[in-house]
């Protein structure tokens, strides 16, 4: 198979791929109207699972990015990860209460913490010179994940039950797990590589600012399908609300990697903070249909960041370390975003109202914005620059 081919062949398994994979980022919120039914939770528990099931994708993706640049273990470490967020879905089903359904939540998370760091290293290499491009173009699978999954979800829960379609839904990640293993070549170990060495002053403002973002993206993606239930809406109507308003992500990922491409990291970033701090302003004070158009930007600005993020790390990674700095940068992020869920969901509790702690989060946007500024403005690569940082990634 000539080079051209073999390129091809990476970027549309990992398109396929990332379908699969985001499709279950965005699953859990579909769920939480049922399980909030059968276990008797409020938003704060809600919250607390929503955590846990983010929390291990957000503690390990560096050290399984270092792990796999290390040793040469790229394809090895995404295959399982699908194979064990496959398994947690299982042990989902089987759970006898929801603190069972917390702690197996974990390795939905353990499974999610190897895929970016993974991908971004493939895909940089075989695409060294577009990489804003390439990797909006897998944003595209990711999109279409996301797109799906509510919809999905609380179709298959009307369908059958919570339970079932829990253990339905965990088919694809093993059939991908299956795919990966099996149309992946194995990468070379680089045993110089340190975890220390990919971390840089820039590279956690980076993580910061996404993981700011992130925050908000995060917090309107758990609560919106809970937060339109108790307000009245079916289920099945509020999933497929949710649906919609993921449209959004097909249109971002590669017109913020396209951007990206064009002007650099800072613009993308401050812009998306902004954006961001006007769209939840507009959430605060509409409701309604201009209230979810409103959350539609949120997701927009939001995803428009993921690209960038896989993007600007293989960048600011040195020493072939790509998947330990898309592990930083992802890390940091979901960490943040993660911890985030619970506190918004106590705010819904205390306050009363789900909808005015999620018109709270206008000032961490804000807050993102200053530091955003002090980011580089990243570079369009030269071929010769791309192709010398492709060969130390290899």
């Known amino acids: ?62 050290s399984l990015g270092h792990y796999a ?33 917390v702690i197996v939540s ?27 491009r390439t990797l909006g173009i897998h944003g595209w699978g990711g999109s279409i994940g996301h797109f799906a999954a509510p919809a999905a979800a609380t179709l298959a829960v009307a369908a059958i039950d919570w339970r079932a379609a829990m253990a339905v839904i965990a088919l694809p990640l093993l059939a991908t797990a299956v795919i990966l293993r099996s149309q992946l070549d194995e990468t070379e170990p680089n045993p110089e590589a340190r975890l220390r060495g990919a971390l840089s002053q820039q590279l956690m403002l980076v993580a910061i600012v996404f993981g700011l973002l992130s925050m908000v993206l995060r917090s309107f993606l758990t609560f919106t399908v809970k937060m339109l239930v108790d307000e009245g809406w079916a289920d099945t109507s509020a999933g497929t609300a ?27 970033l401050i812009g998306a903070c902004i954006g ?11 409701d309604g249909t201009r209230a979810l158009l409103a959350i539609g930007l949120i ?44 506190v918004v969901g106590a705010l819904g509790e205390n306050l009363g109202d789900i909808r005015l702690a999620l018109s709270w989060t206008v000032v961490v946007p804000l807050i993102a914005i200053p530091l955003a500024g002090m980011i ?19």
């Open 1 to 62: 198979m000539g080079l051209s081919k073999r390129c091809e062949s990476v970027l549309v398994t990992f398109v396929a791929a990332h379908v699969v994979n985001d499709f279950y980022a965005t699953i859990m919120p579909a769920f939480l109207p049922a399980l909030s039914d059968e276990f008797d939770l409020d938003y704060t528990e809600l919250g607390v699972l929503s955590l846990a099931a983010t929390l291990l994708t957000g503690v390990l993706q560096p």
């Open 69 to 101: 640049d290390r040793y040469g273990r790229r394809r090895f470490v995404v295959s399982l990860g699908f194979f064990t967020a496959g398994l947690g879905f299982v042990a989902m089903a089987l759970a006898p209460s929801f603190y069972i359904i």
């Open 106 to 132: 974990l390795l939905v998370g353990l499974g999610a913490a190897t895929y970016h760091p993974q991908a971004t290293a493939f895909l940089v290499r075989s695409y060294p010179t577009e990489r804003g």
């Open 242 to 268: 949710l649906t919609v308003i993921l449209l959004v992500g097909a249109l971002a990922q590669p017109v913020g990697g396209r951007i990206f491409d064009q002007v650099g990291a800072r613009v993308v």
């Open 276 to 286: 961001s701090s006007v769209s939840i302003a507009l959430f605060s004070i509409t």
């Open 299 to 342: 997701a927009f600005f939001g995803f428009a960041l993921f690209p960038v993020g896989l993007a600007l790390a293989s960048q600011l990674a040195s020493d072939g370390q790509t998947g330990a700095a898309v592990g930083i940068i992802f890390g940091v992020s979901g960490l943040m975003s993660a911890a985030a869920q619970p």
């Open 376 to 394: 580089h403005r990243g570079h369009v690569e030269t071929a010769t620059e791309a192709t010398e940082t492709a060969d130390t990634v290899a």
